[in-house]
């Protein structure tokens, strides 16, 4: 009995109750929407000391600059190809159902919900240095601080070993304490849950959904072949491990990442989950989770690229091959820069419809059902983090016995 009660069983009977209880009890389920908050904001408050101290301990846990190299170009090239992966899956996938094609556009009235960013390639660049460390770390900018914290950490293999012992042990602590304080938030998982689903549920309902089926399903499908076929199929042929067992394994994270859409808020429990039930190494988990929750994400990639097609097709507009190719670039780099919280993907997206002359006002149609498919986008950045930390630990592990 004690074995069926435990978070993760827990976590998935909080998902069902939740729905059930948003359609039916709407009300009450928008009233204690604060009880998910809560539960939000006790994982968020760990994310900034936990991205800076597990880079930190990772980067100077390394033996040797040569095995940073190794991690660290490893880990880059994974992020790049499954994130490319994704976007060609998913314009070929939208390409076949070709969703919209007959959709009748209703009037758009709820078009300032949305203000279209001037996003260009310097200031995206720009976007990567923080001007005043103390600023980004005050204000959550997490690229900025991964950008600083890599430099830093880097910097201190170059200083005297007994000084750079104090700094690391300082920061291995910082972490260690982290893991603590993850560890009894995760134990509050399945109520957490259950109120933030059950108040999308109460907020939305499932009625949007229905009129939008062609698009949703679509979306849905891409991202189910890219998780459980693409993404595993490079597991089982680069790391060579079972990812289907791996999954069973780590469940937890990619459940929590569906019900918070939060792959930042998710964090903490992807690194705990990693090293204890799926046998990660702690430097591997550090370096490639924190950096993946932030810059690989898959299923915002893939998201992207189906929206703005789906946008191009209500819209009447035909895109070129030469289109599709600028969608496929300006959505991998739009992926990079979203942040890791709850609609981030759908305020990039004014960038990708920018690049190809599409109008940003019909992002109003796709925010009915946006929270409904970032819990799914969400789930699959979270599971390519992990499997990403998973192969890169075979293919180390398997160098070290070699
Ligand atoms: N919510 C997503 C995440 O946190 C980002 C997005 O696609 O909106 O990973």
Do not use: C
């Amino acid at each position: 009995m004690k074995k069926l009660l435990n978070v993760e069983n827990l976590t998935l009977l909080a998902i069902v109750l939740g729905i059930v209880f948003g359609y039916f009890f709407k009300t009450p389920s928008l009233e204690l929407k604060f009880i998910g908050e809560l539960y939000l904001k006790l994982l968020k408050m760990l994310i900034i000391p936990l991205v800076v101290a597990s880079i930190f301990v990772a980067i100077t846990s390394l033996d040797s600059k040569e095995e940073l190299k190794s991690i660290g170009i490893k880990a880059f090239l994974y992020y790049l190809s499954t994130t490319a992966l994704a976007v060609s899956l998913g314009l070929v996938v939208v390409n076949i159902f070709n969703p919209g094609a007959d959709l009748q556009i209703q009037p758009i009235e709820t078009v300032e919900k949305i203000q279209p960013k001037e996003l260009s390639l310097g200031d995206f660049i720009l976007s990567f240095v923080p001007g005043n460390i103390f600023e980004a770390l005050s204000s959550g900018a997490i690229l900025p601080i991964i950008f600083f914290t890599i430099l830093f950490s880097v910097a201190s293999l170059f200083i005297q070993p007994p000084k750079r012992q104090t700094l690391y042990n300082f920061f291995d602590s910082v972490n260690d304490s982290m893991m603590v304080l993850a560890k009894w938030i995760i134990t509050l998982t399945p109520i957490g849950v259950f109120f933030l689903i059950a108040y999308t549920v109460a907020k939305s309902g499932l009625e949007p959904i229905l009129n939008l089926y062609g698009y949703v399903i679509t979306v849905l499908v891409a991202l189910f072949l890219h998780a459980f076929i693409t993404l595993p199929a490079i597991a089982y042929f680069v790391g060579r491990f079972n990812p289907y067992s791996y999954f069973w394994k780590i469940k937890e994270a990619p459940l929590i990442a569906f019900s918070t859409a939060s792959s930042s808020a998710t964090l903490p429990v992807s690194i705990e989950v990693a090293q204890t039930k799926g046998g990660v190494s702690k430097k591997v988990a550090g370096f490639v989770l924190p950096l993946g929750a932030t810059i690989n994400m898959d299923g915002t990639a893939l998201y992207e690229s189906i929206a703005v097609m789906f946008i191009a097709n209500i819209s009447g507009v035909d895109l070129t091959l030469s289109q599709q190719i600028t969608i496929f670039i300006t959505a991998t780099f739009a992926s990079i820069g979203a942040a890791g919280i709850p609609g981030a993907g759908l305020i990039m997206m004014t960038m990708i419809l920018d690049s190809v002359g599409l109008p940003t006002e019909y992002i109003a149609l796709i925010i009915t059902v946006d929270r409904f498919l970032d819990m799914f986008r969400t789930a699959i950045n979270n599971w390519g983090d992990l499997l990403g930390a998973k192969i890169i630990d075979e293919l180390i592990k398997r160098k070290e016995r070699s």
